[in-house]
């Protein structure tokens, strides 16, 4: 377990949903309700970043759903939403980085604005490797780096202080998935290049 990385995230949880919830949540909701649609009814599922719990909403009911999050007060704030979802929903404390899910146990995995707060990001998606099973899916719903000029290099200045208190914001994430042996399969940018879908597979 990442100590520091999870202190991080718990004092981060005392005013997330007011940073969250009321901008970003709101924006990106139409694209969660379709991004979050391609939990299949009968497939085994890890979401992996509960955080408060803020992306229930938009899953789809009926689902069988293990959530993993590093901080202890991010899930004490989330157990209202976990229990009001109409699927089978359990969650633990993990960090991704160790996991003690056994090789190919998932049909899918989830994140959502996870992997741009990994501290090792291409570590984090080999793990998720080990545990999604042989042909099966990882989706991903990811804040970027950006090529277009000038955000690249705006978002690369406002990285030394944003990484400090949450997350990094200037990650090639798509690159990342590459790197730790998935088979990338569609990206769709959702806003400019910075806000991206990345679906993969584990051959």
Known sequence: MDLANQEKWDRAARSFDFMASHGAERRWRPAKLEFFDRMEPDAEILFVGLGTGLDITCFPPGRTITAIDISPKMLAKAESRV???PGKLSVRIMDVHDMDFPDNHFDQIFTSCTFCSVP?????LGALYRVLKHGGELHMFEHTGSKIFPFGLM?????????????ELNRDTV????????????VNNVFL????????TRD
């Open 175 to 186: 690159a990342n998935v590459a790197k730790a042996g998935f088979s990338i399969t569609e």
């Open 193 to 200: 290049d910075t806000v991206k879908m990345i679906h993969a």
């Open 83 to 85: 229990a009001g979802y």
């Open 120 to 124: 090792q990001p291409v570590a984090g």
């Open 155 to 167: 978002m690369d200045l406002m990285n030394v202080l944003a990484s400090r208190a949450g997350p």
